[in-house]
């Protein structure tokens, strides 16, 4: 089969990433002639054809059609005809929806800034329903949209136009799980939160953790190569995932389930669909390591007078606390109005610039809080943190945890975002949001950096009143 590759967006249009945020939780475009997420324009006629309407409840406010907003065009791919929603039926019985009504959710983004307009979702339940599906729309011609749990933050998961949205929502099985490896076989349409209570039974837990994992899918998760909150403790899906399942544009099955940690059978194809956002198949199933549950944690929560004492604490975190570092996330002050102002979480130490928050995971809790207290009392006494608070109890945890996880929800309260997640050196990460506050100055609301240390990555989001020109050429 030839990939048929077109020109990308405009680099202002989306962003294509794997960001830890609620939106590295879907798998993104996949093309029947698998071209890449590519902008298309109406062509032909047809009942099922997009037309400038909409059935957007009236108790949110319309998002404006991607192609009108954008200068974008169709490709000439296939109109969804009769026939071809016929055919489909047979495919997966009763899981053909063409209710505008319910369609609807589908075709918006989480943050409601983009909007598709499909007429067809399809909802398979494995493998070889994928299959008939994606080879039928690649002899038709008919572009498909994966999407997972559509909680992506640069509008990958959903249609730009009339393109079929192919649902995983329904491959939710647990394949099988190893008491004794950790090892997780399931399907990619299962939520990462249901995989972390099913694995944490077993004393075992994911290792991969996201804001989202209420509502993402493992397989969008891998598609977009998420990183997430324990990424410096267990590092990338690269290293954990041990096998996938993945059907390609043509309904080509590519089965790797493979449960060696070592094997050198042959090229290590599993590695070009992790972070492939769709591009070059649909994931279907997962094989996935999953490290022991820790038996002690803890988590700090401290308030810094600067961001360079922000990277003195990580370096003395690394340095003093060692294998039992799990995180080191850091927040501005104005994260911190923002979740206090909109969410109602009080923050729980003095005011201060920013704030710091670190989880250690080990396996014994006298030997962790002793690490714990020796690093606590010399950043304290050195003057790199002025403030801080201590919780060992899992209510108290979660309550610390989610003044970090809760921003983007408090961000999307406040106005309308734009997200910026970028990667640079670790000594030049706030630079990014000092520059953008004197370039916007006061036609923003808001500025803001927050992220994760480990991996040099701030995510920095601008808050307007409204959709601005001088941010988006659109």
């Given at each position: 089969?030839?990939?048929?590759?077109?020109?990308?967006?405009?680099?202002?249009?989306?962003?294509?990433?794997?960001?830890?945020?609620?939106?590295?939780?879907?798998?993104?475009?996949?093309?029947?002639?698998?071209?890449?997420?590519?902008?298309?324009?109406?062509?032909?006629?047809?009942?099922?054809?997009?037309?400038?309407?909409?059935?957007?409840?009236?108790?949110?406010?319309?998002?404006?059609?991607?192609?009108?907003?954008?200068?974008?065009?169709?490709?000439?791919?296939?109109?969804?005809?009769?026939?071809?929603?016929a055919a489909f039926e047979r495919m997966v019985p009763g899981r053909v929806v063409?209710?505008?009504?319910?369609?609807?959710a589908s075709n918006v983004d989480w943050l409601r800034t983009v909007r598709g307009?499909?007429?067809?979702?399809?909802?398979?339940?494995?493998?070889?329903?994928?299959?008939?599906?994606?080879?039928?729309?690649?002899?038709?011609?008919?572009?498909?949209?994966?999407?997972?749990?559509?909680?992506?933050?640069?509008?990958g998961s959903v249609p730009v136009f009339d393109e079929i949205i192919l649902s995983?929502?329904?491959?939710?099985?647990?394949?099988?799980?190893?008491?004794?490896?950790?090892?997780?076989?399931?399907?990619?349409?299962?939520?990462?939160?249901?995989?972390?209570?099913?694995?944490?039974?077993?004393?075992?837990?994911?290792?991969?953790?996201?804001?989202?994992?209420?509502?993402?899918?493992?397989?969008?998760?891998?598609?977009?190569?998420?990183?997430?909150?324990?990424?410096?403790?267990?590092?990338?899906?690269?290293?954990?995932?041990?096998?996938?399942?993945?059907?390609?544009?043509?309904?080509?099955?590519?089965?790797?389930?493979?449960?060696?940690?070592?094997?050198?059978?042959?090229?290590?194809?599993?590695?070009?669909?992790?972070?492939?956002?769709?591009?070059?198949?649909?994931?279907?199933?997962?094989?996935?390591?999953?490290?022991?549950?820790?038996?002690?944690?803890?988590?700090?929560?401290?308030?810094?007078?600067?961001?360079?004492?922000?990277?003195?604490?990580?370096?003395?975190?690394?340095?003093?606390?060692?294998?039992?570092?799990?995180?080191?996330?850091?927040?501005?002050?104005?994260?911190?109005?923002?979740?206090?102002?909109?969410?109602?979480?009080?923050?729980?130490?003095?005011?201060?610039?920013?704030?710091?928050?670190?989880?250690?995971?080990?396996?014994?809790?006298?030997?962790?809080?002793?690490?714990?207290?020796?690093?606590?009392?010399?950043?304290?006494?050195?003057?790199?943190?002025?403030?801080?608070?201590?919780?060992?109890?899992?209510?108290?945890?979660?309550?610390?945890?989610?003044?970090?996880?809760?921003?983007?929800?408090?961000?999307?309260?406040?106005?309308?975002?734009?997200?910026?997640?970028?990667?640079?050196?670790?000594?030049?990460?706030?630079?990014?949001?000092?520059?953008?506050?004197?370039?916007?100055?006061?036609?923003?609301?808001?500025?803001?950096?927050?992220?994760?240390?480990?991996?040099?990555?701030?995510?920095?989001?601008?808050?307007?009143?409204?959709?601005?020109?001088?941010?988006?050429?659109?």
């Open positions: 089969m030839v990939l048929h590759l077109v020109s990308r967006w405009p680099v202002w249009l989306f962003r294509w990433q794997a960001a830890y945020t609620p939106g590295a939780s879907v798998q993104q475009k996949t093309w029947a002639g698998m071209s890449r997420a590519a902008p298309w324009g109406i062509v032909g006629t047809s009942p099922l054809v997009c037309r400038h309407s909409s059935s957007t409840s009236s108790r949110a406010p319309e998002v404006v059609l991607t192609h009108k907003r954008y200068p974008v065009q169709r490709l000439p791919f296939s109109v969804v005809s009769e026939e071809d929603l063409t209710d505008p009504e319910q369609l609807e307009c499909s007429k067809v979702l399809l909802r398979p339940r494995t493998s070889e329903e994928v299959s008939r599906i994606l080879r039928y729309c690649h002899e038709r011609n008919l572009a498909v949209n994966p999407q997972g749990g559509n909680t992506g933050m640069v509008g995983t929502a329904l491959m939710n099985q647990v394949i099988s799980f190893h008491d004794v490896s950790g090892i997780l076989v399931c399907q990619a349409g299962c939520v990462l939160e249901e995989l972390s209570q099913h694995v944490e039974q077993r004393d075992f837990i994911m290792p991969l953790d996201l804001g989202a994992k209420g509502s993402c899918h493992i397989g969008g998760n891998l598609a977009t190569n998420a990183g997430g909150l324990r990424f410096l403790r267990y590092g990338s899906l690269h290293g954990n995932v041990l096998g996938l399942e993945v059907v390609l544009a043509d309904g080509t099955i590519l089965s790797g389930l493979t449960s060696l940690r070592k094997d050198n059978t042959g090229y290590d194809l599993k590695q070009l669909f992790i972070g492939s956002e769709g591009t070059l198949g649909v994931i279907t199933a997962v094989s996935i390591s999953c490290p022991p549950k820790p038996k002690a944690v803890n988590v700090a929560f401290l308030g810094c007078p600067g961001f360079a004492e922000v990277l003195q604490t990580f370096s003395s975190c690394k340095a003093m606390l060692g294998e039992i570092l799990s995180a080191f996330e850091f927040m501005d002050a104005e994260c911190m109005q923002l979740v206090g102002h909109h969410l109602q979480l009080a923050s729980p130490v003095q005011e201060s610039p920013f704030y710091v928050l670190i989880e250690t995971s080990g396996s014994r809790a006298e030997h962790d809080a002793e690490k714990l207290s020796s690093f606590l009392e010399q950043v304290l006494g050195s003057g790199l943190v002025t403030d801080g608070t201590l919780a060992t109890d899992q209510r108290k945890i979660k309550a610390l945890w989610a003044l970090r996880e809760r921003i983007t929800e408090a961000l999307s309260l406040d106005g309308y975002v734009y997200k910026y997640d970028v990667s640079l050196p670790v000594e030049r990460l706030y630079g990014l949001v000092t520059e953008l506050r004197a370039r916007v100055g006061p036609r923003a609301k808001h500025v803001v950096g927050y992220g994760h240390l480990e991996f040099s990555q701030v995510p920095s989001r601008v808050v307007v009143s409204r959709k601005a020109s001088f941010l988006c050429p659109c």
